[in-house]
């Protein structure tokens, strides 16, 4: 049986806890992962060991964000993540989140089991506000530049951290506005997505400013920052990544979207018991 929509929210808030959300790309192209889940059985197997590992939410993505990536057609996204999220349904008690920003995947992916919508242009393309609204679940709100996804660029002479806060809050508002209850609404700063080095730390150190506006995702595994400064591979950055994740819940985030969910569980459960009452 899906997971309700009330049930998919409250491993959010549950007891200030740190949830974890494992990342399943049905894609060929994703910088980390990309090609390696993309036959139903493989993409069934990697949930069952995100689960078993320790996952909160699976996170069901069917295009790829990395810069540059080609445009994937609403019917090829939609081809990619229901057939898996009907069976990972199907198969495990767990909530799923789906990781898009067009409308109709986000319907047909709540109609498969989906129970969250996490989406990287924060519910701006024709019909995403609306069809969230509709639709009832919790939702995610991630910065991006207008342009960065489709040419990898960025805006030289800004404050980061101001537009960061700033697009945030807009688009926080602009939801509640149309009808979506706080408690439905996350928030993402947007690491990796047009911002430098330079720019993604001084995001990072700011995060408290950030969850002071909502509760807060992030994603930082495998990004360019958790390898660039130390000259590590894509492959090389599970110490890194996990180390950045603390930094984040540190610095407020109450959910981490990452790769490797064992090692990051344990990392959490260690760093909660040293600050637990």
Known sequence: MAQ????????????????????LNVTPDSFSDGGLFLSLDKALAHAEMLIEAGA?????????????????????????VVPVIEAVTARFPVP????????????????AGASFINDVRALTRPGALATAVKLGVPVCLMHEPAGSLMMGTRMAGRDVVTEVLCYLKARLEAVLSAGIPRERILIDPGFGFGKDLAENRAVLRALPRVAAIAPVLVGLSRKRMTGEPWGLPVDGRLYTSVALALAAIDGGAQVVRVHDVRATREAVRAWEWVFEP
């Open 96 to 111: 799923l989140s789906v990781d898009t920003s067009e409308p109709r995947v986000m319907i047909e992916a709540v109609a």
């Open 56 to 80: 909160d939410i699976i996170d069901i993505g069917g295009e790829s964000t990395r810069p540059l990536a080609p445009p994937v057609s609403p019917d090829e996204e939609l081809a990619r």
């Open 4 to 23: 309700t929509h009330e049930a998919a929210a409250s491993w959010l808030r549950a007891d200030g806890r740190v949830a974890i959300m494992g990342i």
